[in-house]
């Protein structure tokens, strides 16, 4: 095997076709970095939608007296369990009393607690760091998101009236077949097994028919990150993650999903979407086997995503913990007057340069293994890259 790969999600997946040195660098190198403000908000959103999600799951799942209006009779009340200690028990007595404002504000509370003031930009400086933080990741924007999605016409997408399956129904399933095999050695262990699928579910819902309909928010805008130009149905028809959550739930989880609905809550828009199970499987075969074959990891020739979102074209090795590169960091440029400056590589550039080494005999000098063990994030090992 020349680029491992012991397991997909839709993220590495979709990277991978989108340019595969940065898919190497980010699950191979381990060289991640810390989320932006967009992912902070949408960590946020997705937050306080699962936890909407939770309390009709909980209440739809109670046995209790109700009167003939349907509301519940004495006192009782249910409580949803939220991942942080401080924020743990709530209860409602009824889902759709719940004050959704005060929901999103202490989510929100809780979120930006965990920020490091010292990431946010100069732009968003403030006079306290809490301030700053909040500047960068704007509370109304978050509340402008939800209040989209709740309120949206036809259809409502408000998870406390829907008959709610699963929420962030996390996955990982084994492929048995005969072509998702791998087998290499990594500093002198041997990894093989079968190729797993992981991933995690925004919400699968119940329809009247007894079939189910997966859901995926989306906080952000459909653009095409390459072009700039708004995505069709055709591009979400052939989207591989929203394809790979199709395939996991029929083939594998046992459900029958009839659907999946993609919600833009900033555009109050939706797609319903429809997948092939083989043509999806034989995407995921391609991948795996590309990637198998591969011992030089093509950079995407868009530059405009290299340029606006890439953060291993945007940033030096200086701010991840990896072990000394074999090469100089450094090297001479002139810019367009002349002036002669030194620069450093990109990391998608310094990651390039081991693989575009060659000898005398214009052989490829470094593997991909071979440049893990070079230059990999110094606690990143195969058994944290097959385990997560």
């Given at each position: 095997m020349t680029v491992p790969c012991t397991y997909l999600r839709s993220s590495s997946a979709t990277q991978w076709e989108s340019c595969q040195l940065s898919c190497y660098i980010n699950h191979c190198l381990g060289v991640r970095y810390p989320s932006g403000p967009a992912a902070h908000a949408g960590s946020i959103t997705h937050e306080v939608l699962e936890i909407l999600a939770n309390c009709k799951k909980i209440q739809q799942?109670?046995?209790?007296?109700v009167n003939e209006t349907g509301e519940p009779v004495g006192e009782?009340?249910?409580?949803?369990?939220?991942?942080?200690?401080?924020?743990l028990h709530r209860g409602f007595n009824n889902v759709n009393e719940i004050d959704v404002d005060k929901l999103i504000q202490d989510v929100y509370e809780l979120h930006i607690q965990d920020i490091n003031p010292?990431?946010?930009?100069?732009?968003?400086?403030?006079?306290?760091?809490?301030?700053?933080?909040?500047?960068w990741i704007p509370l109304k924007k978050i509340q402008t998101s939800i209040n989209n999605l709740l309120t949206m016409k036809p259809r409502s997408f408000d998870p406390r009236g829907m008959d709610v399956y699963a929420t962030e129904h996390k996955f990982d399933v084994e492929v048995k077949e005969p072509w998702s095999k791998y087998h290499f050695t990594f500093k002198n262990k041997e990894y093989k097994g079968n190729l797993r699928l992981k991933g995690s579910i925004d919400l699968i819902t119940r329809l009247p028919d007894g079939t189910f309909e997966i859901l995926d928010w989306k906080s952000g805008v459909s653009d095409n990150l390459a072009t700039g130009e708004k995505k069709t149905y055709e591009d979400y028809a052939s989207d591989?993650?929203?394809?790979?959550?199709?395939?996991?739930?029929r083939k594998y989880l046992g459900l029958d999903v009839s659907?999946?609905?993609?919600?833009?809550?900033?555009?109050?828009?939706?797609?319903t979407l429809f997948?092939?199970?083989?043509?999806?499987?034989?995407?995921?075969?391609?991948?795996?086997?590309?990637m198998k074959s591969c011992t030089l990891p093509k950079k995407t020739t868009c530059e405009n995503y290299c340029f606006r979102y890439c953060p291993y074209f945007k940033n030096s090795f200086d701010d991840v913990k990896t072990k000394p590169l074999v090469?100089?960091?450094?090297?001479?440029w002139v810019n367009e007057v002349g002036l002669n400056v030194v620069k450093k590589y990109k990391i998608c550039g310094q990651t390039s340069l081991y693989f575009n080494q060659a000898n005398e005999q214009g052989r490829q000098l470094y593997s991909p293994l071979e440049i893990m063990e070079s230059i990999a994030r110094i606690e990143h090992n195969l058994d944290e890259y097959v385990n997560t």
């Open positions: 799942e109670d046995c209790y007296d009782t009340k249910y409580y949803y369990q939220h991942s942080r200690s401080t924020y010292a990431r946010v930009p100069k732009t968003y400086q403030r006079k306290t760091p809490e301030a700053s933080v909040r500047a591989l993650q929203l394809g790979l959550y199709w395939l996991v739930c659907h999946i609905t993609v919600i833009f809550m900033n555009e109050q828009s939706c797609y997948f092939d199970d083989e043509l999806v499987m034989n995407r995921i075969k391609f991948i795996f086997e590309e090469r100089a960091r450094e090297y001479n």
